[in-house]
């Protein structure tokens, strides 16, 4: 008798094995219909695929989680097999699933061109409409590696002949298509649906290697109903008006060139967020306890050995040889300085946590191609903390951290926030024994504050576990943002230590944490955020007085005074030009207020209001129209 367990808690039994296939409909006729897959002791797997006995299984619709990644990579079959139909002498390579879709590299003499995405798109749409089955047949690797050079694939043939040769070799047809695939598929064709769209033609070298031939990869995204197809391409397209690179432009915050690839040129109104954002984070962490430290850029290469970052970042970290032959790094990371710093004197129990800060800038290598404006830069200002502790300090201060993080988040109008927990990474240092012990008090601490956290296996730092902490922005976009991290590691591999009450030398355990995280990702993720239309505690130019004509002047160079007196970041525009024009080209910057003043203003000492993003002005006296705005532009943490 063979016993299958179902998520619902049920159990079905069968005088002999079945496949996936023939218990959905064992079930029900109408759920047979609805599957498309199943999970046999959570591993997706074709619904053809004999179930073992006593098996958990989960039978898969389109409407499970699970869905997204069987349409998308049948959908890169699907595409497959039309670029080879329209362009018989193109060869398949691979063709992985994506976040939000999936592509396909292809190799071929002539170049696709945009026009050509549209021919492939209304193949595959046909080749669905077909509805062909999706059928699985094994052989061995040579019996593959004929089957391929009877094909002339080239490619093909070089990834199959890597594989171990007493494996077998897995094929998908679809009709008379077939290709080199792991699994599992859905049924048919016809289940991908019609939510799908190839967006975009670009350039990938075999295997990622430069040194090899240039491939042509073919990107589309798939979904599972129209509604969200839509609703993704609407959301790049209200992201592509947000994209940061364009705002900073037309804002004047900042730009790239190639001199410096991934490096940052301020501009003043840029470098003026960015110092806001600084000042505001430093009179949170004294709130909180933290000192303001400053550790060197660069140091020997000996102490990165030590602490492992040699072993873990070498090839990403810029090095520098001294005439002496002596190798030197810029940091990739600020926690090893502060190690130093709290080595430096002698450290008691009683002076337990003790919290260093440090807005430093760390160095890392991104490969050009992952360059992307703030996002991903080579140079990064970080808002580093660490805290030096006892074991029995942990959760407090676990929990301190977790509320800071989330009290700063929520002042820039973040309160949709995912929380990860990543534990041990396959390459780390320490014994396993240490590592069970951080992991155990970053989940109690986390457990403590009742906040709902996701499982990110094997995604956590080198030295230790740690939380992530995620932002959703308002197009819906997640961001991770902040970490913290509990390391049993690095101070007793730098050799800190402090005393304790009974006299002896103890290790201490370190916090790591980062709440922006990289200030400038940070300023972007605000940027596209905001669209642009910052909070006005935080933009450049907070006010722009416009005059309607030169009658207007001189008031306005006193009003300008005394906004300044009040700290409000005002500019005034004196330009003998048309007072719409101005209002226009004000607008267009994402000013967030603008002082109209004309005769009727200069005579009545007042000021007419307009405020970004409404249309309707108010005209105030000069008096209570900057005690309103300045109470208006308070910092959050000055205002709460």
């Known amino acids: ?23 959905a409909k064992a079930i029900s006729d109408s759920l047979f219909k ?11 797997s074709d619904l053809s695929d004999l179930l073992p006995n006593d098996s958990k299984i989960e039978l898969i619709t389109k409407e499970h989680p699970d869905a997204l990644e069987l349409i998308r990579h049948d959908c890169a079959h699907v595409l497959a097999e039309a670029v080879q139909e329209i362009f018989p002498e193109t060869q398949v390579t691979i063709g992985p699933v994506i976040e939000n879709g999936f592509y396909y590299d292809f190799y071929r003499e002539e170049s696709f061109k945009p026009e050509d995405l549209i021919k492939i798109e209304k193949k595959m749409h046909e080749i669905i409409s077909k509805n062909r089955q999706f059928e699985k047949k094994e052989v061995s690797r040579n019996e593959a590696i004929q089957i391929f050079k009877d094909k002339n694939e080239e490619y093909k043939v070089e990834l199959i002949s890597a594989i171990p040769d007493d494996q077998t ?15 599992p598929h859905m049924v048919s064709t ?24 240039m491939l042509q990869r073919i990107y589309g995204t798939a979904w599972s109903s129209s509604d969200q197809l839509n609703a993704y391409l609407n959301m790049l397209e209200e992201a592509e008006k947000r994209d940061h690179r364009k705002l900073g432009r037309e804002m004047n915050l900042f730009h790239f060139q190639e001199e410096g690839p991934g490096s940052v040129f301020w501009h003043k109104k840029g470098w003026t967020l960015f110092t806001e954002l600084i000042d505001y984070m430093k009179r949170k962490g004294q709130k909180a306890g933290y000192l303001e430290v400053n550790t060197p850029d660069m140091l020997d290469r000996s102490l990165w050995e030590k602490s492992g970052h040699w072993e873990k970042f070498g090839e990403n970290m810029f090095t520098s040889t001294t005439p002496d032959e002596k190798i030197f790094a ?31 800038k760390v160095h890392r290598y991104e490969p050009s191609g992952a360059l992307h404006g703030l996002m991903r830069v080579r140079h990064f200002t970080q808002d580093d903390g660490h805290i030096f502790l006892t074991e029995e300090q942990i959760k407090e201060e676990c929990v301190k951290v977790h509320e800071l993080i989330l009290s700063i988040y929520r002042d820039f109008g973040f309160d949709n926030i995912v929380v990860k927990f990543s534990d041990r990474p396959e390459k780390r240092v320490g014994d396993d024994s240490i590592w069970d012990k951080a992991e155990k008090a970053l989940i109690d601490a986390v457990e403590t504050t009742n906040q709902k956290y996701e499982l ?39 050799g800190s230590f402090y005393i304790g009450s009974d006299g002896e030398k103890h290790v201490p355990v370190m916090l790591h944490r980062a709440i922006f995280g990289s200030l400038e990702r940070f300023t972007g993720i605000l940027i596209e955020h905001y669209a642009g239309k910052l909070p006005l505690w935080i933009s450049p130019t907070q006010i722009v007085i416009v005059t309607i004509s030169s009658q207007a002047d001189d008031y306005a160079k006193e009003v300008l005074e005394h906004c300044q007196k009040n700290d409000l970041r005002t500019e005034v525009d004196l330009r003998n030009e048309k007072i719409s024009y101005k209002i226009r080209e004000h607008i267009s910057v994402k000013i967030p207020l603008l002082f109209v003043i004309g ?11 307009r405020e970004l993003g409404n249309t309707e002005q108010k005209t105030l006296s000069l008096t209570d129209a900057i005690s309103e705005i300045k109470n208006r532009a308070l910092p959050p943490d000055y205002s709460n």
Request: glycine content about 12%; overall charge positive; proline content about 4%.
């Open 1 to 23: 008798m063979y016993k299958y367990n179902l998520l619902d808690g049920s159990q079905r039994e069968f005088e002999s094995q079945i496949t996936a296939a023939e218990l």
């Open 34 to 44: 609805k599957t498309i897959a199943v999970k046999i002791d959570g591993q997706l």
């Open 169 to 183: 070799i897995k094929l998908y047809s679809q009709g008379d298509w077939f290709d080199l695939c792991r699994g």
């Open 190 to 213: 016809g289940q991908i649906g019609k939510a799908f769209k190839l967006m975009k033609i670009a350039g990938a070298y075999w295997r990622g290697d430069s040194n090899n031939v």
């Open 330 to 360: 810029l940091k990739p990371m600020n926690c090893p300085g502060h190690v130093q710093i709290f080595k430096n004197g002698l450290k008691s129990y009683r002076e337990l946590p003790i919290k260093y800060a440090e807005f430093g």
């Open 456 to 494: 990110n296996p094997g995604e956590g730092a080198f030295y230790g576990p740690k939380l992530e902490y995620v932002l959703r922005d308002a197009i819906g976009r997640d961001w991770q943002c902040g970490t913290l991290q509990v390391d049993f590691n690095l101070p007793g591999r730098l």
């Open 599 to 609: 005769q009727k203003e200069t005579e009545d000492k007042t000021v007419t209001i």
